[in-house]
């Protein structure tokens, strides 16, 4: 192939990649199956946004890693998901048991909405929750293929939901014509239910003598063989979970650590 032909094969292969990026946010795996029964209280919240008449607003989920801390997706804290658009602090909602206002926002730099890097926040809240126990950040990134559960509050269930997943190599992934980016995100493939949104924003976690530790959080998903909207119930062969990393290995984790003292 001539020079000009790779890049244009390159130039579809991007353009195919942001269609991807772009349709997955805001979705992840649900399956309609309670978080409840003998568990304890999980420290995971809906995260809710109203910028007036004219937003439609948005859902999102988010995990207390701090009495006074929430982290999340980054574009759930932008209107219409939109980088440049962000919401005031005062437009969003951080529901526990109560809902509780958040008083700030801090949004990762670096952030791609295109390939969904760095779609990382925190909420800076303005009271303490002290009915939950926050999540620890996990020490390191889980090893390929792991085990762990997936938790958000997505259209499909009332209230909070879970899935068990396992963290797939990218290479597993990257075997099809879309650009999976390597780096600060992990992917899952075997899963079983529906995709649905509301869980961007919510933790992977890992349990460790009964105390979850926040691996990653939930970006988008896509179909590895289309690069465009994926159907997890239609084509689950070809489905792909796209999470950030926010292990303290990872870049996340360093903006984590800067904004949240003693973390």
């Excluded at 568990?39 to 809710?48: D, K």
């Excluded at 997706?73 to 809902?99: M, S, W």
Aim: charged share 15%.
């Amino acid at each position: 192939m001539t020079k000009l032909g790779w890049s244009r094969s390159l130039s579809v292969a991007l353009a195919v990649f942001v269609g991807w990026a772009m349709t997955g946010q805001a979705s992840a795996l649900v399956v309609p199956r309670a978080a409840t029964g003998g568990s304890p209280v999980l420290p995971v919240a809906r995260i809710e946004a109203d910028h007036g008449l004219l937003d439609r607003g948005l859902s999102c989920t988010g995990t207390l890693v701090a009495p006074t801390w929430v982290v999340t997706a980054q574009h759930c804290t932008n209107i219409g998901r939109r980088p440049g658009h962000p919401y005031r602090p005062q437009d969003l909602k951080v529901n526990f048991a109560e809902p509780v206002r958040v008083e700030a926002v801090y949004r990762m730099p670096g952030y791609d909405a295109a390939s969904l890097v760095n779609d990382v926040a925190l909420l800076r809240l303005a009271a303490p929750v002290t009915a939950v126990t926050p999540a620890r950040i996990a020490p390191d990134p889980l090893p390929s293929p792991a085990a762990a559960q997936v938790y958000g509050f997505g259209a499909t269930a009332d209230g909070l939901h879970t899935s068990d997943v396992r963290v797939t190599s990218r290479a597993a992934v990257n075997d099809g014509p879309c650009l999976f980016p390597a780096g600060p995100l992990t992917f899952v493939m075997s899963v079983h239910g529906g995709s649905t949104p509301g869980d961007s924003g919510g933790p992977m976690l890992h349990w460790q003598d009964d105390r979850p530790l926040l691996q990653t959080i939930t970006a988008g998903a896509a179909d590895r063989t289309t690069c465009g909207t994926p159907s997890l119930e239609a084509h689950p062969e070809t489905w792909v979970g796209i999470y950030n990393r926010v292990d303290r290995a990872s870049s996340a984790g360093s903006f984590l650590a800067t904004h949240i003292p003693d973390l």
